[in-house]
């Protein structure tokens, strides 16, 4: 086997195995989106009943993981390539959950079991095959730029998340508009928070970046 065909073959194992992880996504994310419809227990760790719980991060970032990793799919097999920055604006997303969860939230509510039902694919599965995913994609080398629109999600929803309180009042515990308790320190800690949280948005797109330089050029 000379260069060009070692090259070929393994360009043709990258592919399927970015097929693969695509395919994955979708599942998991159509599984873990059943689950979430399904649960009548708002008790379990971050999540409420049925459609309610599209007002988590976690659920809006993973559904739109899988939204992206179907027209991947679509497109790939139209022999087109999807732009890489929703790619990574997906990857960054989920990946943001999967830290704030597993470094933040799980040990500020320790009795939660923040891994149960359709939070086992929300919160660990699909950003990680996600995070995956994202570092083995080949592509030219990625905007520096595309790192800070990766972060609007996380913007747009801490501000949406904000707005709403100051508009409809925090409630009180379990109808709370504060579902996170990011305020339950104060306004001034809460702003902070999110600011942490859409910063760290950006600094996972900008591993994500590194790590796709690293390995995805290969």
Known sequence: MNINEKNTAVKEKREYILITLNVLIVI?????????LNNHDSATGLTSEGIENFKYFTVISNVFCGIVAAFF????????????????????????????????LQP??????????????FHL?????????????????????YTFL???LALVYG??????????GKG?????????????????????????VVLMDWIMACLLRFLNKIIGRR
């Open 28 to 36: 998991f994310v159509l599984i873990g989106t059943i689950v979430m």
């Open 73 to 104: 799919l679509i497109l790939k097999f139209k022999n087109k390539q999807l732009n890489i920055l929703v790619k990574l604006m997906a990857a960054s997303a989920t990946g943001l959950t999967f830290i704030i969860i597993a470094a933040f």
């Open 108 to 121: 500020l509510y320790p009795d939660l079991n923040l891994y149960k039902g359709g939070n086992l694919f």
């Open 125 to 145: 599965i699909v950003p990680i095959i996600a995070m995956i995913e994202f570092v083995l994609i080949k592509t030219e080398q990625i905007p520096f730029g």
């Open 150 to 152: 990766s972060a609007v």
């Open 159 to 168: 501000t949406g998340y904000c707005m709403n309180i100051l508009i409809n």
């Open 172 to 196: 009180v515990w379990p109808d709370t508009n504060d579902w996170y308790g990011f305020l339950n320190w104060g306004w001034p800690v809460g702003i902070a928070i999110f600011a942490f």
